[in-house]
């Protein structure tokens, strides 16, 4: 948004100064040059969204409308998840790479659903991004591991570790309404050499998931749970573990090398000062939802 509108000044001010050139007949004056500085200035910029009559007090590098609460949705110790919240729009994710999808490792079942579930918009976000993981070239196939699980499945993967563990939780799975993958949002994705066995940061070093740090932003998700943030997230890092969030605040949480608790908080405070200058609660309603560190 900021964008047009300077592109719009810039309009502007060449609006003001090509009259008086071109009546001078100036032949100095070269009026492709400014074309091209215009064009430029364009393409650097996303499509912007329209604007939100209360943008002229959010002082957040995000746009109001390019955050979407639900997409947004923490899930951890401190910000349970309810019992009964099952994500909207639900979807199966395609399989088969030749028609856009990405491979399963495996075929889960969870209640009534059987196979990999993810949010429409997070299944079709991870199959443009295995497919433009394909085009690379050199990299093995993908392989989606874990996509949404629902909270009665997670209670029963949590006991079963404790279980394993001697009543020990030793960090590997979240506990019931903890977990990233029951907002829909959260997707395990390894490349083939790691699909059937266990996961650790070994996995870091491959030029997959290093590939994924590097663009996955591009197509709305995260890294959920980066190394160097595990005092704040409470878990290990997972280089595994994408989140979707959309495009805008996936950009601005790895330019800024944040995690999403990080995130939270940043974005409780703008609210704070938003609403503190006067601006429009039923705008921003939604945006702490789910808590950010309290
Ligand atoms: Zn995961």
């Not at 005092?231 to 280089?239: A, D, L, N, Q, R």
Request: aromatic fraction near 8%.
């Amino acid at each position: 948004m900021r964008g047009l509108r300077r592109v719009t000044a810039l309009l502007g001010i060449l609006a003001m100064l090509t009259a008086p050139a071109l009546a001078e007949d100036d032949e100095n004056f070269d009026l492709t040059d400014l074309t091209v500085v215009v064009e430029e200035e364009s393409l650097d910029e996303e499509t912007p969204a329209p604007a939100a009559p209360g943008d002229a007090l959010w002082d957040f590098p995000v746009a109001i409308g390019d955050i979407d609460p639900e997409l947004i949705r923490l899930a951890n110790k401190q910000s349970l998840l309810p019992k009964d919240y099952v994500p909207a729009n639900l979807v199966k994710v395609p399989k088969d790479p030749a028609k856009g999808g990405i491979r399963w490792a495996v075929t889960p079942s969870d209640g009534k659903l059987k196979g990999q579930y993810l949010r429409e918009e997070c299944a079709e976000a991870l199959c443009a991004m295995n497919a433009a993981m394909r085009a690379v070239g050199n990299f093995r196939d993908m392989y989606l591991k874990s996509a949404y699980r629902s909270y009665q499945k997670q209670k029963t993967m949590y006991h079963n570790r404790l279980a394993k563990n001697k009543g020990k939780d030793d960090g590997w799975v979240s506990m019931e309404g903890a977990s990233d993958h029951q907002t829909g949002l959260g997707c395990d994705v390894v490349p083939k050499n790691w699909k059937d066995k266990a996961m650790n940061d070994k996995m870091m070093k491959e030029p997959e998931c290093q590939w994924m740090a590097e663009h996955c932003q591009e197509y709305g998700f995260i890294i959920r749970y980066p190394a160097d943030k595990q005092e704040i997230t409470g878990i290990k890092t997972e280089p595994w573990h994408l989140r979707y969030v959309g495009i805008p605040v996936a950009a601005y949480i790895m330019e800024n090398g944040l995690c999403l608790e990080e995130f939270h908080t940043q974005l409780a405070e703008a609210v704070e000062r938003y609403l503190a200058a006067g601006g429009d609660p039923a705008l921003v309603s939604g945006f702490t939802q789910g808590g950010a560190a309290e």
